[in-house]
């Protein structure tokens, strides 16, 4: 079975900085996809960024960029330019080619500080 | 606003009562996804529906139940409410489903409380 794995509960940064997101996973599957989900205090759940596993080109949104590393089974998130509005709880979810459902870690809660 | 809408909000309620939340998907999204979030966890998977039939089915207790009807909108029944039946229930929908990878838009939604 996939699982999802976060590591760090809680992270902080200051505005404008960089902060990088760790994910790891597991799976016997060599095609599936990656996610990074964004929950704001609303409670609302935003993709923001997503990565297809056959692809080696790590995939870019703006000021969000991942880190893909298929081998080690890891996938970080790197925020730049970190702003306030980036305060939230970012998951890491994994997807099989054959199933529709998102395997979700337990997510790590980010504070952007002025 | 992502499109899908969830009702209630919040609902409160005691120990062994029955539940119903309902979700409308986004216009032309066929699957209709469950998922279940407890305090500070991440999501898990309940139940998916496409088209109004199952498609996936995941941790979800036999107290729970799903449909989804012909104009696909879907509603969770939850039964024999217990404590740890406390959650954040969100409903996401997706076009299609399978080997082409849609987004699921989620919805608000919604904060059972049970007491």
């Known amino acids: 079975a996939q699982t999802v794995t976060q590591s760090q509960p809680e992270m902080s940064v200051q505005e404008a900085e960089t902060v990088t997101l760790s994910c790891t996973y597991d799976t016997s599957e060599n095609n599936y996809y990656l996610f990074w989900y964004k929950q704001p205090p609303s409670r609302q759940m935003i993709l923001v960024i997503r990565?297809?596993?056959?692809?080696?080109q790590n995939a870019t949104e703006n000021r969000f960029s991942v880190n893909f590393q298929k081998a080690a089974k890891s996938f970080s998130l790197k925020i730049s330019d970190s702003q306030l509005g980036d305060t939230a709880m970012y998951f890491c979810?994994?997807?099989?080619?054959?199933?529709?459902?998102?395997?979700f870690g337990t997510g790590t809660r980010l504070q952007v500080f002025p | 606003d992502s499109g899908v809408t969830q009702t209630p909000k919040h609902l409160i309620t005691a120990t062994g009562q029955r539940v119903t939340l309902r979700c409308s998907p986004r216009s032309g999204d066929l699957s209709v996804y469950w998922y279940q979030q407890s305090l500070d966890q991440g999501l898990q998977f309940l139940i998916q529906y496409y088209n109004g039939e199952e498609r996936a089915k995941g941790n979800i207790l036999e107290r729970f139940s799903a449909q989804q009807f012909p104009d696909l909108h879907s509603e969770l029944n939850l039964s024999s409410l217990e404590l740890g039946d406390s959650a954040l229930y969100f409903c996401?929908?997706?076009?299609?489903?399978?080997?082409?990878?849609?987004?699921?838009?989620f919805g608000p939604g919604t904060r059972l409380t049970v007491l």
């Open positions: 996401a929908s997706s076009v299609t489903g399978g080997r082409v990878v849609n987004e699921q838009f």
């Open positions: 990565q297809e596993a056959y692809k080696q």
């Open positions: 979810a994994f997807k099989g080619l054959d199933t529709d459902k998102l395997i």
